[in-house]
């Protein structure tokens, strides 16, 4: 359409109320490997077996194919994994969704560097960097951001502080993307022995949906475990 290649979502009937936010969902609005926030699982899965993902539920993925049977093993799982490559190297992508409403609210990639000699896995990450901060600007250090609070004694405490955790914990490059969406990039001082490099991508909308739906979740399953036992103490 217009040069533009489009992805054409047509539910069945019973899954009309959980369909994505457009029936018509473009690269554009894409914000990792074509996946688009606020897809329902069920379209997800419409997609992976379109393109052939060998996805399977879970953090971890183990397929070397697309299997639709084991896609479809766990209904109650939120999560739902697949192996490719980003950047020509080996990459798991995890997909999280929200508790009930069953969205995509986040896209974790993890990209698989174990391999790479010292040198190469600098120049990489230092180019992943370069790539970001060309598309979205301006990187903020999340624990730097959090730990300044002004005093000189808390300044050098501080950096102290964030020293040691960026050499040996590590911390988070944060790029925004748009007003409800960003990007975030694991670090540390010595990034060149990192044995993986991890993008997330966050939509802060459907992650407080998320939370606020986990714990909906809890408090009814607590409410029904205390009801069935009230008259036992």
Same mark, same amino acid.
């Given at each position: 359409?217009?040069?533009?290649?489009?992805?054409?979502?047509?539910?069945?009937?019973?899954?009309?109320?959980?369909?994505?936010?457009?029936?018509?969902?473009?690269?554009?609005?894409?914000?990792?490997?074509?996946?688009?926030?606020?897809?329902?699982?069920?379209?997800?899965?419409?997609?992976?077996?379109?393109?052939?993902?060998?996805?399977?539920?879970?953090?971890?993925?183990?397929?070397?194919?697309?299997?639709?049977?084991?896609?479809?093993?766990?209904?109650? &799982?939120?999560? =739902? +994994?697949?192996? !490719?490559?980003?950047? %020509? #190297?080996? /990459?798991? @992508?995890?997909?999280?969704?929200?508790?009930?409403?069953?969205?995509?609210?986040?896209?974790?990639?993890?990209?698989?560097?174990?391999?790479?000699?010292?040198?190469?896995?600098?120049?990489?990450? &230092?180019?992943? =960097? +370069?790539?970001? !901060?060309?598309?979205? %600007? #301006?990187? /903020?250090? @999340?624990?730097?951001?959090?730990?300044?609070?002004?005093?000189?004694?808390?300044?050098?405490?501080?950096?102290?502080?964030?020293?040691?955790?960026?050499?040996?914990?590590?911390?988070?490059?944060?790029?925004?993307?748009?007003?409800?969406?960003?990007?975030?990039?694991?670090?540390?001082?010595?990034?060149?022995?990192?044995?993986?490099?991890?993008?997330?991508?966050?939509?802060?909308?459907?992650?407080?949906?998320?939370?606020?739906?986990?714990?909906?979740?809890?408090?009814?399953?607590?409410?029904?475990?205390?009801?069935?036992?009230?008259?036992?103490?």
């Amino acid at each position: 359409m217009n040069g533009v290649t489009v992805y054409q979502l047509t539910p069945c009937q019973t899954d009309i109320r959980e369909k994505s936010n457009a029936a018509a969902l473009t690269r554009d609005f894409a914000i990792f490997d074509g996946w688009v926030f606020g897809d329902t699982i069920n379209a997800v899965k419409r997609l992976a077996r379109n393109r052939q993902l060998p996805m399977s539920p879970g953090t971890s993925s183990y397929l070397s194919s697309y299997n639709e049977k084991i896609l479809n093993t766990k209904p109650k &799982e939120r999560r =739902y +994994s697949y192996k !490719t490559k980003l950047f %020509g #190297k080996f /990459t798991t @992508v995890t997909l999280f969704f929200t508790k009930l409403s069953k969205q995509l609210y986040k896209i974790e990639a993890t990209l698989h560097v174990m391999k790479l000699k010292p040198e190469e896995r600098k120049y990489f990450y &230092e180019s992943l =960097y +370069s790539q970001l !901060t060309d598309k979205y %600007g #301006k990187a /903020t250090n @999340v624990r730097k951001s959090q730990n300044n609070n002004g005093s000189v004694l808390g300044s050098i405490s501080d950096l102290l502080t964030r020293n040691i955790t960026e050499t040996l914990i590590g911390s988070n490059l944060v790029w925004a993307i748009s007003a409800n969406s960003q990007v975030s990039l694991n670090y540390k001082k010595n990034y060149q022995v990192m044995s993986s490099y991890k993008l997330v991508y966050t939509n802060k909308a459907f992650a407080r949906r998320h939370d606020a739906e986990t714990s909906r979740a809890i408090r009814n399953r607590t409410d029904r475990a205390i009801s069935q036992d009230r008259n036992r103490f």
